[in-house]
């Protein structure tokens, strides 16, 4: 097991904060301890990873109507002889202006699967990176007021939290943070993206016990 430390902070209603150590142990096996290696294959996870869950949330469902699919009469639209018009046949015909589409897109499905213990290991090897260049804070918070919210962040940036980016991500709820300017509410299963970029997180101790759970990370304090 490789371990490291991170900071955990406890913070009480009127935003006095408390710094304990969190030591982690990593699984070993999943963990890619060479930095060499891990900096040159680390993007290129990432970009594979993204794509995927990327593909996969994409939402656009493209369907055409067909022949089968139309309700419209089969009836033709005039005689077929003794008009002097050209021969014509249904109103619903894929020749017609409103007419079906002979061969327009049908639904097709963008999802991508990704291997588990590829997205294991890179999950694993994210959060390694991010603790060990301090982007990543675990926060214990009985905070209620935005303004008490507002002046613990600024604390946080200061002080704990190597911020490069403005934007923070918050994996959790803390009422007092949810709505102020700079803060992105993420949830379990979007944390992809934050882990992915460059940015900062901050992460409530109750979903960082789910997180190490799922991914055999040890926690002691």
Same mark, same amino acid.
């Given at each position: 097991?490789?371990? #490291? ?77 003794? #008009?002097?018009?050209?021969? !014509? ?87 007092? !943070? ?11 299963? #979007? ?31």
């Amino acid at each position: 097991m490789n371990s #490291t430390i991170t900071s955990f902070l406890k913070i009480n209603a009127n935003g006095e904060t408390e710094l304990e150590k969190l030591n982690l142990e990593f699984n070993n096996k999943l963990l890619e301890t060479d930095k060499l290696i891990f900096d040159s294959y680390f993007p290129i996870w990432s970009y594979y990873i993204l794509k995927d869950y990327l593909l996969t949330a994409r939402t656009a469902r493209p369907k055409t109507q067909t022949r089968g699919d139309n309700n419209a009469s089969n009836r033709k639209m005039r005689p077929q002889k003794h #008009t002097g018009f050209a021969r !014509m046949g249904a109103r619903s015909s894929a020749s017609r202006v409103g007419g079906i589409k002979a061969f327009g897109p049908n639904g097709r499905n963008h999802a991508k699967k990704t291997n588990r213990v590829f997205f294991k290991k890179f999950i694993i090897n994210a959060i390694w990176k991010k603790i060990n260049e301090n982007k990543i804070i675990i926060v214990d918070s009985e905070i209620v007021k935005t303004k008490v919210g507002e002046m613990a962040l600024e604390n946080l940036q200061t002080n704990f939290l190597n911020s490069e980016n403005k934007n923070i991500y918050l994996l959790g709820e803390i009422v007092a !943070m949810q709505n102020l300017e700079n803060i992105k509410n993420i949830s379990f299963n #979007t944390i992809l993206k934050p882990l992915c970029y460059n940015h900062s997180m901050i992460i409530t101790y109750e979903e960082w016990e789910k997180l190490s759970n799922r991914f055999n990370i040890v926690s002691t304090k």
